[in-house]
């Protein structure tokens, strides 16, 4: 059999570059507003709080939650240029919004909501690029396929904020152009730049991106999203029936994978602040460092992990990645006798509950240390509202920067695999809606996540918050070892191509 003809590979890459494309930006919508979201909501709306600015950040991902499974639908009947140019029109209207939130004369912290959620809303694409992918490379291309999508992913996150550091310089009064009344500034340059972004790549897939489809042994089939063809355009390749037990068990793994994710990410700046009396900025900074050093590690994963596939399978990286995560959060458990720094300040200030006898907590500091936090503006240290905090040991900062090389390990590997595994479970089947349920439990995750970290840790503090998080990640071990067997390729599964 001709598996495909030349220019038939060629225009089926271009087209799957065109959905990096599209990936790198959705991530870079994201990740380009969040570290000037909240100066920028005190500014045009003094009413807004810090809680208010918890549903902003949740927004995206609810938006995105609700909308990854109507564009997978949509995808699965339609031309996926459809789905792909109204999703991305609705980020670059929505980003235009964001741009002008200050002019209302009230409640601007709805409108800034409102723009944010519907960012979220064109980021569910995301399962109509996935679904795309899927079904346009073979058994033997999907992974490395996976991987670039989530590199170009972790890109996006990784240079939104260094975009968003480059346009401080702009300022924030900025330039203001009177007649459409649009103020050019630190903090609507980064979104009408993400906009610009959204109208080339509307353009590209117009121009570039085409329909192709292959089975899993490469060869090219017709799709059912090409224009002027229905569902009799599926062959039979596509008789026999998706193992939704896999399907199942995958959508949970892929939910905690990025609920885990999220927590870590959540839980960086208050546990730095907390363990090492860290300010506001300090902790910012620094954590800041080590996330973009963890996306540059991420990225050299996405990279290794194409090759190292191809000898062990996907099923065991996916394990090995979850026990890797697994060792990350079991490090992060408090194990010596130190105490952490209590908030000299709220001693100083009287503030201490009048359940706690002063001399209680005289034993905690040093001279050196009731020196260093009389010197700062803030307080520093873990506060006594926290109750924990007299009683728990410290998490070292070697652990913390153990347990960051390690996650920034296992989750890059869990995430490529659960996605590559996903597809090839679903063979030939029109895959939209299954990865809208995807995407769609990710983003769930990822609102739960920063929930998880001001309940749980907040109250009960790091020893509760990190070993549940470790009997989580051991029920998915658990569960991934009862499906294993399961988790294999449509067409292994019915016969068609040797494992």
């Not at 991106?209 to 009799?232: L, T």
């Not at 949970?252 to 860290?278: G, K, N, Q, R």
Request: charged share 15%; with cysteine.
């Amino acid at each position: 059999d001709v598996v495909e003809t030349q220019e038939h590979y060629k225009s089926r890459w271009r087209s799957i570059w065109i959905m990096y494309l599209t990936m790198f930006l959705s991530s870079v919508g994201f990740s380009i507003v969040i570290m000037s979201v909240w100066p920028y909501l005190q500014k045009i709306d003094p009413t807004a709080d810090a809680s208010f600015l918890g549903w902003i950040i949740a927004s995206y991902s609810i938006g995105q939650m609700v909308a990854s499974p109507l564009f997978g639908l949509w995808s699965n009947y339609r031309p996926r240029r459809e789905p792909l140019v109204v999703s991305t029109a609705i980020s670059v209207a929505a980003n235009c919004l964001y741009a002008y939130v200050h002019v209302p004369p009230s409640h601007n912290k709805y409108y800034m909501l409102t723009a944010r959620a519907l960012v979220g809303f064109g980021a569910g694409n995301v399962a109509v690029v996935r679904s795309y992918i899927a079904g346009a490379t073979s058994l033997t291309e999907r992974t490395s396929a996976m991987a670039n999508t989530s590199a170009c992913q972790a890109v996006g996150f990784i240079l939104g904020p260094v975009f968003q550091t480059c346009f401080t310089l702009i300022g924030e009064e900025g330039v203001t152009w009177k007649l459409i009344r649009l103020q050019l500034n630190m903090y609507t340059a980064p979104v009408l730049f993400g906009a610009l972004l959204g109208f080339i790549n509307i353009i590209l897939i117009f121009a570039i991106f085409r329909e192709h489809r292959v089975d899993d042994m490469g060869r090219q089939c017709k799709s059912i999203n090409s224009e002027g063809e229905e569902s009799d355009a599926l062959n039979q390749d596509t008789e026999g029936s998706v193992d939704h037990v896999a399907v199942v068990a995958l959508n949970v793994l892929f939910f905690v994978i990025l609920f885990v994710f999220a927590v870590f990410e959540t839980i960086a700046t208050p546990l730095t602040m907390d363990m090492y009396s860290w300010t506001r900025k300090e902790a910012v900074f620094y954590n800041g460092i080590i996330l973009s050093v963890i996306g540059i590690e991420s990225v050299i994963v996405f990279m290794v992990v194409k090759t190292l596939s191809k000898k062990t399978g996907e099923r065991a990286i996916l394990h090995g990645g979850l026990l890797i995560v697994l060792v990350g959060f079991f490090i992060l458990l408090p194990w010596g006798k130190k105490l952490p720094n209590i908030q000299w300040q709220e001693i100083k200030n009287n503030s201490i509950p009048r359940t706690v006898p002063t001399e209680m907590l005289m034993p905690f500091w040093s001279l050196e240390e009731v020196q260093l936090q009389s010197n700062h503006t803030e307080p520093v240290g873990c506060p006594l509202t926290q109750s924990w905090c007299l009683n728990t040991p410290m998490v070292y900062l070697a652990q913390y920067l153990s347990s960051d090389v390690l996650i920034g390990l296992g989750y890059p590997v869990c995430n490529v695999m659960s996605y590559t595994l996903y597809s090839k479970i679903l063979g030939p089947k029109p895959q939209g809606v299954y990865m809208g349920w995807l995407t769609a439990s990710g983003s769930a995750a990822r609102i739960l996540g920063p929930v998880f970290v001001s309940q749980i840790y907040t109250h009960l503090g790091p020893r509760w918050a990190f070993s549940l998080i470790c009997g989580v990640v051991v029920a998915s071990l658990l569960l991934l070892e009862i499906v294993y067997k399961r988790l294999i390729a449509f067409s292994i599964r019915y016969g068609r191509i040797q494992e």
